[in-house]
């Protein structure tokens, strides 16, 4: 937990960030979880993937960005990658914070570039899954998202177990019938408003899990936990739950065993497939789930 936090906290700081990545040993280690920098480099492992029947959701990394025309660039480099998805026929989605198009900014402004976004994945027949942030932001991610749900229909909310209103928000997003993205939480965040124990985050999870896959449309169950894994799939074979009605999500890099294993299995898999040169804050956050993402690391930097 100790590592976790401190590993958190160091996502946040500028001067770590500019260290990590100005090194080169640590540009070789997060090729494991960032497909490349450019749009081009996902093309590739886009290619890859769909030869392994895997789906892929496109991510371009950066939050909090701190200007009007940042935001633009974001909506139009988002818009290029729809452009690809379509052209391409990889059948991809794409996820986006909202920090990235303004938030921060303004409310209003950010609504405008988002509903650009996802009327032009509308357009081509593509959902847009919209991440959640740390907890300052729920209220607002939801209401826009639910806002977005009505207006187009082809958006995604991102839900966290780790935060005790979760429960609530699913219920409510089951109601009206917006597709949910279940998580743990990469967030640092006060016992005030989340879980502090993995133990009490792993029931949660599962409890807000089966209640998706019983009364959601169409979820999607992010993680990397065998035994919710397990759980998951015991559950949709005893209540006869089709696999075209729901899938699991996983990150770029991680557990390609899970990944294997349920492609096997005749489950939906997709990837969530990160890009773009903003990876610090995002690689920090991996190191922070896992400790053996870390020991990857470790063992990369004593072969350098």
Sequence with gaps: MMLRKALLFLSRQDWMRRVVEHAPISRRAVKRFVAGETLDAVVPVLKRLRGEGIQATLDRLGEHIGSGREAEQSRDAYIQALHLIRDSGFGATISLKLTQLGLDLSESQCRRHLATVVEAAKGSGLRVEIDMESSRYTDQTLRITRDMHRLYGNVRAVIQAYLYRSEEDVITLCRESVPVRLCKGAYLEPP????????????????????????????????????????????????????????????????????????????????????????YPYFMRRLAERPANLLFLVRNLFRA
């Design 192 to 279: 005030a408003v989340a879980y502090p124990n993995k133990r009490d985050v792993d029931r949660n999870y599962k409890r807000l899990m089966l209640n998706l896959l019983g009364n959601g449309f169409d979820p999607a169950i992010a993680t990397h936990d065998p035994a919710l894994i397990r759980s998951a799939l015991q559950f949709v074979v005893e209540k006869r739950i089709r696999p075209e009605h729901f899938e699991f999500q996983m990150l770029y890099g991680v557990r390609r065993d899970l990944q294997r294993m349920l492609v096997r299995k005749g489950a939906r898999l997709r990837l969530y497939v990160p890009y773009g040169a903003a990876w």
